[in-house]
């Protein structure tokens, strides 16, 4: 009678620290795709965001070569664009949360329970 309750404990035992090492992995992999799918749409995001930024400084560069010339002084035009730079920035500012970090945060959380 004691051989088998002691062979049932074992087995038992064997099934739990099976089961333990099973939940382990699976939520290793699990951490590890969420952290890919993550950092693939950043990456992406980013490359595109650098893509922008780039056509933004040339056509900046190119306005305010034009305005200049409109102005009559060179350094005019990149006055101009400079100030309409802070504008745009000021209104940055105030809707930073509205428009940058909710949607950010947002598309992390949906990222992390897909």
């Given at each position: 009678?004691?051989?088998?309750?002691?062979?049932?404990?074992?087995?038992?035992?064997?099934?739990?620290?099976?089961?333990?090492?099973?939940?382990?992995?699976?939520?290793?992999?699990?951490?590890?795709?969420?952290?890919?799918?993550?950092?693939?749409?950043?990456?992406?995001?980013?490359?595109?965001?650098?893509?922008?930024?780039m056509f933004l400084l040339v056509s900046s560069v190119g306005l305010s070569l034009y305005l200049g010339?409109?102005?009559?002084?060179?350094?005019?035009?990149?006055?101009?664009?400079?100030?309409?730079?802070?504008?745009?920035?000021?209104?940055?500012?105030?809707?930073?949360?509205?428009?940058?970090?909710?949607?950010?945060?947002?598309?992390?959380?949906?990222?992390?329970?897909?």
């Open positions: 009678m004691e051989t088998i309750k002691s062979g049932s404990i074992d087995a038992l035992y064997e099934r739990i620290e099976t089961f333990g090492k099973t939940t382990l992995e699976l939520s290793k992999l699990k951490t590890v795709a969420i952290t890919s799918k993550i950092m693939t749409t950043l990456v992406a995001r980013m490359g595109l965001m650098l893509m922008v930024s010339d409109l102005l009559g002084k060179l350094y005019y035009g990149f006055f101009v664009v400079g100030a309409f730079y802070f504008l745009i920035s000021i209104i940055f500012y105030f809707f930073l949360h509205k428009w940058v970090e909710k949607p950010v945060s947002n598309l992390l959380i949906s990222q992390i329970l897909d």
